[in-house]
């Protein structure tokens, strides 16, 4: 069958099994745009790039598919290197399609050139410049094949206007299926040795003070069922970091919580006074580890990643196990069969006092006083569905909804972990909302994030995404402020929001949107119970929040994790 290139990439993203696109036209990827109309995908157009980036993360998280986001060339293709370079350190399955200028044209400063092949290759597992549209369906399907397999993680397709444009004679191409993927230089290796694994398991079983040190990987490769498992068969307390949220149970007896500068207290000591961290699809990332030289001093490592770089990366693993996370702990629990651990009985009693004397806890409102954030979030907690789509900014507030949400099913929780992306919860819960359209989906917001893509709750409104928007408004760059506080002798600077502007509440309903502002805490539960109840559109609710609210625990950037500090009213407490 002859066709044209952007007919053939619509055909090709069909094939793929591809639902939705996020994305935005323009000149170079016009062509494409016009075989939009035909193709039996859903398009949602966003109002920034970004978003659109974004958009694809939170679909893929949510829903385990990859996402694609689509866009035109130049500042286009500048304006998603932000989602690409955050989904790559995030391993979420991305392709992203980018337009160019007429391939005779690439190296002449043409309108709107970038090399965005270039400027994306330390941020995508790889990238593609379309020479001839007969390659176009190989090209994708190898595409999604290597954005899926190995360690997830975004790839990007760079397509020539003349490579798609239908009155080009350059761009027809006759379509064939795609043949069995062959790429020799990308194996990834599945299963793990049989010899490490059974190095690990013993160590596992002599263990007196285990951890299992759950990351993201354990997510990404749909293996929460064998973690699970693994933790009752041995008995071995669970830390599980902010981007495997979710990946046990917290409300399982042995998950601990999360690690990290602003993880619990026990998990954090857990991790620091174990003889062994059996790490499970983490990467030992500075956040968890604190200074590194003073991280678990007296612990003996198993590191188990599907990516190979990641292995005696940052820290030396006396057994090191290259595989898939899902097959690597099943095969351990075969290894396991009905072998005994040793007793962890004393470990267990001391991990128990940590968590009964430094629970996570913050102090109640003074009378008259601004909302505590934390309670906002255990109230939109308790009256949302248990399996609710939280999907959170970066700051303060990223580290309360982490801490305070109860997260007792997986993929249910949407951040930003290794970028760091201000912006990244609305967008990111539009995508989600988009991929699972029967499920309550909340942004949990800071008002400096907000600030930064709230335009895309016009998308929400007009592509009847109905999500729901917690505005955790304290006024102020609340995470930069308690470090100027604590670490610059509270002079701050550049981090006061100026209040009153915006009106959020105005611009809200300016984008479609139900708004409803909370300060009383008496009525904090009316109106969660009808932001839950509107379902036809989005809606945003601000919570004017206590400006000089601290996140507790926290270990001081470049400190020990020794060195975690509580909140004030738990300082009487004796450390052991």
Known sequence: ???????????????????????????????????????????????????????????????????????????????????????????????????????????????????????????????????????????????????????????????????????????????????????????????????????????????????????????????????????????????????????????HELNLGMPGMHGN???????????LLLALGSRFDDRVTGRLDSFAPDAKVVHVDIDPAELGKIRHPDVAIRGDAKRVIAAMLDTLGTAQTADHGAWRSKLSGWQENYPLAYEPAEPGGKLKPQMVIESIRDASPKDTIVASGVGQHQMWASQYWTFDHAYTWLNS?????????????VGAKAGMPDRTV???????????????LITASVENIPIKVALLNNTYLGMVRQWQEMFYENRLSEVDLSGPVPDYIKLSEAMGCVAI????????????????????RPVVVEFLTEPGENVYPMVPGGKSNSDIVVPPFQEKETRS
């Open 417 to 429: 972990g290794g970028l760091g992306t201000m912006g990244y919860s609305i967008p990111a819960a």
């Open 1 to 251: 069958m002859e066709m044209d290139g952007g007919q053939a990439l619509l055909k090709a993203l069909e094939y793929e099994g591809v639902e939705v696109v996020f994305g935005y036209p323009g000149g170079a990827i016009l062509p494409v745009y016009d075989s939009v109309l035909d193709a039996g995908i859903r398009h949602v157009l966003v109002r920034h790039e970004q978003g659109a980036g974004h958009m694809a993360s939170g679909y893929a998280h949510a829903t385990g598919k990859p996402g694609v986001v689509m866009v035109t060339s130049g500042p286009a293709a500048t304006n998603i290197v932000t989602p690409l370079a955050d989904a790559y350190l995030d391993s979420v399955p991305m392709v992203a399609i980018t337009g160019q200028v007429p391939y005779g044209l690439i190296g002449t400063d043409a309108f709107q050139e970038t090399d965005t092949t270039g400027i994306t290759m330390s941020i995508t597992k790889h990238n593609y410049l379309v020479s001839d549209p007969n390659d176009i369906p190989q090209i994708v399907h190898e595409a999604f094949h290597i954005a899926t397999h190995g360690r997830p993680g975004p790839v990007l397709i760079d397509l020539p206007k003349n490579i798609t444009d239908a009155m080009n004679p350059d761009s027809k191409m006759t379509w064939r299926d795609p043949v069995a993927v062959d790429l020799p230089g990308f194996q990834p290796v599945l299963d793990g040795d049989p010899a490490d694994i059974e190095a690990a398991v013993k160590l596992l079983k002599d263990a007196e003070r285990p951890v299992i040190y759950a990351g993201g990987g354990i997510l990404k490769s749909r293996a929460a069922a064998e973690l699970q498992a693994l933790a009752e068969k041995t008995n071995t307390p669970v830390v599980t970091t902010l981007m495997a949220r979710g990946a046990l149970p917290d409300s």
């Open 442 to 456: 909340w942004a949990i917001d800071g008002d400096g994030c907000f600030q930064m893509t709230c335009q895309e």
């Open 517 to 536: 502002r909370v300060e009383d805490p008496d009525e904090v539960e009316d109106a969660i119970a009808r932001a839950n109840a509107i379902n036809d």
């Open 265 to 275: 207290y026990t998990a954090v000591m857990a991790m620091q006074e174990a003889d």
